[in-house]
């Protein structure tokens, strides 16, 4: 993201367009196409940092579509510094190894492109659900028997290294909060946080195959108090709340349209589940 430092004066004192960027393009469906039809490791490689490549330009369409939308200059500068701060942190973890061999820069490039994609949606949603997540994003979240925090909204596996595996990572990122879905509910005295956390699983690979577990999660006034898994290898359409429950409509594999209700009020014990080659589950 070396390009983004030339835009800040640009992106403050210039007249800003507020016509949401779309996150497809022609160029990007051109990369995804090149990506689909590769044969060598070189020509994934190559495809995969046109991905990376278009991802961050649409992320700073999508900044500057945020920046024209504000209405004052301390608005603007204060997402400037929310903007340089999120970069720290992307740079800092997009730099954490992943494997080694040759699908390591494949792999790396993936994980930044996801990356730059969350940030597109946090800028592009509307501000009431941008500020949820931004309340949700470094929630406890209850996880492989114990109580975690999540990292600016992905859900972080501590992998212990063995001696002789020096290339394996402390942590890995195997779950991430679906911005669009982040909603903050208030009834009576009480503040309820609710969104949808699915599988990243970057290369990761288990019995079952991929990760395709998602999982509803709740919080009551800051505190991780139910989770539901909603199933496997489902698109998640839309999530409303009315009346103290919540409606998700989602597609399964099957293209098959569905929805389920859950109280957001009743509490349980349920962790969050990620099918995932540590967390593997027979249902």
């Known amino acids: 993201m070396k390009g983004f430092y030339f835009f800040i004066p640009i992106l403050l004192f210039a007249g800003c367009t507020p016509v949401p960027p779309q996150w497809e393009s022609v160029q990007r469906q051109a990369a995804e196409a ?4 590769a044969v060598t490791q070189l020509e ?11 991802a961050e330009e649409r992320m700073i369409a999508a900044l500057e579509y945020k920046l024209g939308t504000l209405q004052t200059k301390e608005e ?7 903007q340089l701060q999120w970069q720290r942190w992307v740079e800092r973890r997009n730099q954490e190894p992943i494997t080694d061999g040759s699908i390591e820069p494949l792999l790396q490039r993936g994980r930044a492109e996801a990356r730059l994609k969350n940030r597109f949606l946090e800028l592009t949603v509307p501000e009431e659900v941008r500020q949820a997540f931004l309340a ?18 992905e859900l972080d596996l501590l992998i212990p ?11 890995e990122t195997i779950g991430q909060l679906r911005i ?6 208030k009834s009576a005295e009480n503040v309820y946080w609710i969104g949808v956390i699915e599988p990243t699983n970057y290369h990761v690979m288990s019995s079952f195959g991929e990760g395709t577990e998602s999982n509803l999660c709740i919080w009551k006034n800051g505190e991780n108090s139910a989770n539901y898994l909603i199933g496997k290898k489902i698109e ?9 429950m919540i409606e998700v409509e989602f597609v399964t594999e099957a293209g098959e349209c569905r929805r389920r209700n859950f109280d957001c009020q009743t509490a349980n ?14 249902d």
């Open 161 to 171: 290294a063995e001696p002789d595996e020096e290339y394996i990572p402390v942590f």
């Open 180 to 185: 669009p879905f982040c909603r903050v509910v």
């Open 136 to 153: 949700m994003e470094d929630a406890p979240i209850r996880f492989h028997d114990e109580c975690i925090s999540l990292n600016c909204g």
């Open 269 to 282: 014990d349920t962790q969050v589940q990620i099918n995932h080659w540590t967390t593997e589950k027979i």
């Open 44 to 54: 994934m490689n190559a495809a995969a940092a046109m991905l990376a490549e278009n």
């Open 34 to 37: 090149r990506l689909q039809n």
């Open 236 to 244: 998640v359409q839309s999530l409303s709340v009315k009346d103290g």
């Open 76 to 82: 603007r500068l204060a997402l400037l510094l929310n």
